[in-house]
């Protein structure tokens, strides 16, 4: 532990997401979501799990913040669900909802974590599905009204504001795959997702700078570098292509005004004049999320990746020279504000014997994600925050509860949570670095 040196000002967070975590889906005045809807489909989320429960976070807060404390953190993220606050997406405030989000920030502040906000992570009022969802441009305008509502009420206490976790997610895994709510597959509808996605952050930034919010505001992206497989011509067009697709299509035009050549895509047939200035508003800050590298291989069957440092219980290769190698990437590529490690981290089958949860792969995880940050740094990228992907386990999307991210083990039928090793291993790394 004692070589991983950073910085006196870096900053030490965990994560969650709403739908995640807080439960209560049907109570406090919350509306449904596309993930209320999608859940509760038979057929879509392993063994028919839900999040009508998840955490009990929203009756758990206080429990919760103090878990949170416990860690030694100074930073916590955390998404508002809209459908909490606003239940159609539209139209009428739910004050009960956003007195939950004052609660959280305030409880936060009392115990000496800046709270860092994701406005959307995924759970979309069932409201504005109905009206088109992100296929629609009027989605991306009441976003922006949401968000200059939140920068309002929360922006004075809050660290920094995001506008989306994820873009890719929400448009491939949602809206061309069909794995992610609302469970669309039609490519052409991705694109218009991807795009009023990244128009909808544009407006939100232009909506909470012109009503004076003063947090620092950006966008966390999920990201790989893609490595081919072999030298061979085909292996390494294919990186490219699965890069563009992956990164590029969601930096371009936030830092470079334009959609990227060579992710052999359609084009986007909902873009409109002044849409590519509107979209690359300065940012205070970059999220990035990491988990592991793209394998391209363009070989029938496929070469399989090296694997060496073994795979997550979700398949994810652990990989991470990966997290420098793309750092470095998007260092030389763009010009870019601020780093922050938004999410990352490892789900393992956990379980409690004895009291205890031994969970050494993560923490080997960790430590050598951690070492690749501070390459990274090492090589110029300014990075100023790392958050473990997640505080506690939580409802993984449509693996529902059956994979485990958290550094706090999580009973769901008690709904006992308890510290595994990784958070007792996380802490000590934390207190050192303040005892330094
Ligand atoms: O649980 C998710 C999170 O909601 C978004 N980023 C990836 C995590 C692990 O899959």
Redesign the pocket.
Known sequence: MSTLNFPSTFHWGVAT?AY?IEGAANEGGRGPSIWDTYSHTPGKVLNGDTGDVACDHYHRLEEDLNLIQSLGVDSYRFSIAWPRVQPLGYGAWNPEGLAFYDRLVDGLLARGIAPHITLY??DLPQGLQDRGGWESRETALHFAEYARVMGERLGDRAASICTH??PW?TAVLGNELGRFAPGIQDQKVMLRVAHHLLLSHGLALQAMRGAGVKAPLGIVL?QSPATPATDSAADKALAAKEYAMFVRWYMDPLFKKAYPEGADLPVCDVVQAGDMDTIAQPMDFLGI?Y?TRIWSSAATPPVPAPNAHGVSD?GWENYAQGLRDLLVQIHTDYTLPPIFIT?N?F?SPDAVVDGTVADPRRIDYMRTHLQALLDAMAAGVNVQGFFY??LMD?F??DSGYDKR?GLFYVDYATQVRTAKDSAHWYRALIAQHRAA
């Open positions: 997401s995640q992570h995924w976790n994820e997610c999920n999320n988990y979700m999410e981290g789900a992907w997640s939580n993984e999307w991210f």
